[in-house]
Nanobody, 114 residues
Framework: VQLQASGGGLEQPGGSLRLSCKATGIVFGINAMAWHRQAPGKQRELVAEIGSDGSAQYTDSVKDRFTISRNAARRTVFLQMNNLKPEDTALYYC?????????WGRGTQVTVSS
């Protein structure tokens, strides 16, 4: 199982970024997939999750700004991040479970600064 995350970068406050996570080694869409983030000195937190039925959940701080989606043909989960704030600065990780095991992708850095 591999989760390949990409799309991070440096963006100004109010800007947008889109993260991508391509999954291999799993039957895509059976299990939920999620994005977590970890800021320096803070615990890793769940940002958004998309269930097997396509339903999405978000942590309160990103509601109405972030959107999680998936494309089965591309085996990819996306996180569209709009109206970015400095407090969104963190290392973002893609996550899923498969056959009872948890899998994390390598983090992709998002930095929001003017």
């Amino acid at each position: 199982v591999q989760l390949q995350a990409s799309g991070g970068g440096l963006e100004q406050p109010g800007g947008s970024l889109r993260l991508s996570c391509k999954a291999t080694g799993i039957v895509f869409g059976i299990n939920a997939m999620a994005w977590h983030r970890q800021a320096p000195g803070k615990q890793r937190e769940l940002v958004a999750e998309i269930g097997s039925d396509g339903s999405a959940q978000y942590t309160d701080s990103v509601k109405d700004r972030f959107t999680i989606s998936r494309n089965a043909a591309r085996r990819t989960v996306f996180l569209q991040m709009n109206n970015l704030k400095p407090e969104d600065t963190a290392l973002y990780y893609c996550y899923t479970t498969w056959k009872g095991n948890a899998y994390w992708g390598r983090g992709t850095q998002v930095t929001v600064s003017s």
